[in-house]
């Protein structure tokens, strides 16, 4: 009843707020606003599970562009883009891009350029001035006093400057400059048509950018340290923040349009089906210091090269136990996964604190939480060597895989979704009988999949991800397997939620016999031990996911405490399909659809890595048609599409590589333990 009674009320906020867009009454500014507020109903819509995710995902990219479209216009009757801002950004950019060169771009002559008089001049006919120049003159030399300058945002004198002061965001215009950074505010704030009302007092504009201003602007360090200050600077001198409320799922880095394009094109989208992952917080350094903001500061790649290239030459050297602290990597939890690094999910926090604080938690405990206590008590009696091995070389960062990347096996992505997922996000609701279980076996001919889908989890869970081969485990660290178990369980736990997946899990946890090697028996008995522990505590939130392809191996003792087992069979025809489909789209190819369905028919018994094998041998049909002597010569659009023909030869040369008397094994494996239907 609550539930579709609040679902009611999001329908109607929507309606209005969509027929308030296509009355045409709207100014840029609130259509901007009104966009804006789509696109979080659309988040939390989707985080309360009203649509689902392909339906929030087509929302949000539909209402980003349309929010784009609005704020990157720079046609001062319909959109708000700041032309004189990203002048001045080049200019200011350009003039300390080396010491010895200096751009004839500079703030004194960038209001002489053409296309800035042309944007002023239209600004002056579009707008009526609302503010005396003698009061504009007054608010740039009161620069030095900036707080005391009266809504600084009507400087402009604009129609659009009287929308932002009169919504409700517009009141917050003020507070968004940033201590020791007030001169900035002009440019920031001023819409095409307010320099164009200052235009009488240009030179006066000028001067005071030039001077006093100036210094400020400076201020502003081009690369790497970026100081707190500077960092809000960034924040109030986003285009973006004169709309903002405090949820805004947009990086205040979107300084300007590139910026903003870059953002929507880099997967951020995608972002939505991980919420949880964003890297809420940026570090920042003052002089050496590490700050967190709770904003992503922007970079360019020359002050992300540089900063990286400071600390090579400064980066401390790694103490033992205290080293730990100053995590360096971004670690599972702390990936960045695009867009919705401040969104908020609707998580409670265990501690009754505010929902948003959730994801705090989780972000936090990667990386903030470990400097504020630098070393965890559950991590006193370890060796700091293993700690850092596991924070280096076991959390996992590898790039996200999504679920449509994995074709088939519906039935065990839907059990993992409702067991691992969903209770990562909602350790609220998953409480009890409905508590997740702590140990997954993935079983199944190899090639299936049963990686991939560990990468999955890693990517969809929000969970800190721990990746580990058993046989690095018994191999590499010989004679200190299990200690390295026990260090794995402990930051784990130092890291919750989190998922310890264990490839190859069958010689792990092999079965006791004879020849058994005394180490390797350590190792099985302390992972079990620790597997006990975190399935009988109920507040831990790890969850081990092994994989293997000889489940028949693994000790009953082990097979008891993963407790769902599921099989991760050879794809099946619409499976193969799929893989064919995801991996041509990228490609040229001119398989028609029946020819597709030959493929198809054709690979029975193929396993998913045997598809890609056959894909990968067809692909290359086409260069293999070429005379030898071509191939320097011929430019990639020369080279045919793969045709049917290719699959033909490929077929002929890439063999299953299960046997059907293997996946017999399997299958009665399945019957016996297996938890599917
Ligand atoms: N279901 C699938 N969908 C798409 N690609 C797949 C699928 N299964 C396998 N592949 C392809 O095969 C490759 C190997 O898969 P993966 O390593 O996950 O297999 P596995 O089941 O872990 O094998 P093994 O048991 O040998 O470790 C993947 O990188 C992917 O390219
Ligand atoms: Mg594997």
Known sequence: MQASSSRSVHLSDWQKNYFALISGTCTPGQK??????????????WASSDISQVCATTLFRKYAEKYSAVIDSDNVETGLNNYAESILTVARSQQTDSDKWKSGLSIDNVFKLSNVQEMMRAGKKSKDSLLAPADASLVIHKEATAFDIPTFSICGGSGESDVLTNSAHGADTTQEFPEGGPSLKCPQS?????????????????????????????????????????????????????????????????ENAQDRKAFYDTGTIDALSTPVLNNAYSKTEDNGQRG?????AFKTAKEQLWADQQK???????????????????????????????????????DGGDPGRGMQYKLRGAGAADRAHPMDERLKNLEPRMIELIMNEIMDQGPPVNW????????????????????????????????????????????????????????QAGATFFS???????????????????????????????????????????????????????????????????????????????????????????????????????????????????????????????????????????????????????????????????????TPDQVRPIAYSDFENALRTVRPSVSPEDLELYENWNRTFGCGK
């Open 190 to 254: 001023a819409q095409p048509p307010l320099v164009i009302n200052t235009t009488k007092t240009c030179p006066v504009a000028s001067a005071a950018f030039g001077e006093s201003a100036l210094a400020k602007f400076h201020a502003k360090p081009l690369f790497g340290n970026v100081k707190k200050e500077n960092n809000s600077f960034l924040k109030g001198n986003t285009g973006l923040s004169v709309f903002s409320s405090n949820q805004s799922c947009f990086p205040s880095f979107c």
């Open 312 to 350: 090579k030459h400064h980066q401390p050297q790694r103490v033992s136990g205290s080293s730990y602290g100053g995590v360096k990597k971004s670690l599972g939890a702390g990936r960045s996964r695009g867009i919705l690094g401040k969104f908020v999910p609707p998580v409670p926090k265990q």
């Open 468 to 634: 580990i081969s058993a046989s690095s485990l018994t191999s590499k660290w010989v004679g200190e397997g299990e200690k390295m178990v026990r260090a794995l369980f402990a930051v784990a736990r130092c890291q919750q939620p989190a998922v310890i997946f264990i490839d190859e899990i069958d010689s792990l946890l092999s079965q006791r016999g004879d020849g058994e090697h005394e180490s390797s028996r350590r190792i099985k008995t302390e992972f079990l031990v620790q597997l006990d522990g975190a399935a009988t505590s109920s507040e831990d939130r790890i969850l081990v996911v092994g994989a293997t392809n000889r489940p028949q191996e693994i000790d009953e003792a082990a097979r008891r405490r993963l407790v769902k087992r599921l099989y991760i069979p050879l794809p099946e025809a619409s499976a193969r399909k799929q893989i064919v489909v995801n991996l041509m789209s990228r490609e040229r190819c001119c398989l028609s659809e029946e020819e597709l369905a030959l493929v198809v028919q054709h690979s029975d018994g193929f396993s998913g890595a045997d598809m890609t094998q056959l894909c990968r041998e067809a692909s290359l049909g086409p260069i293999r048609s070429l005379q030898a002597a071509d191939i320097a010569t011929v």
């Open 32 to 45: 901007a606003d009104a966009y804006r507020a789509q696109i979080l109903r659309i988040q939390y819509a």
């Open 404 to 459: 449509e990347d994995i074709a088939g096996v519906e039935f065990a992505k839907a059990t993992i979704k409702e067991i691992v997922v969903w209770p990562m996000l909602r350790p609220d609701i998953f409480t009890g009988l409905r508590g997740p279980p702590k140990g997954i076996l993935l079983f199944g001919p190899p090639g299936t999949g049963k990686t991939l889908i560990g990468k999955c989890i890693a990517s």
């Open 292 to 296: 967190e903001s709770s904003l992503p």
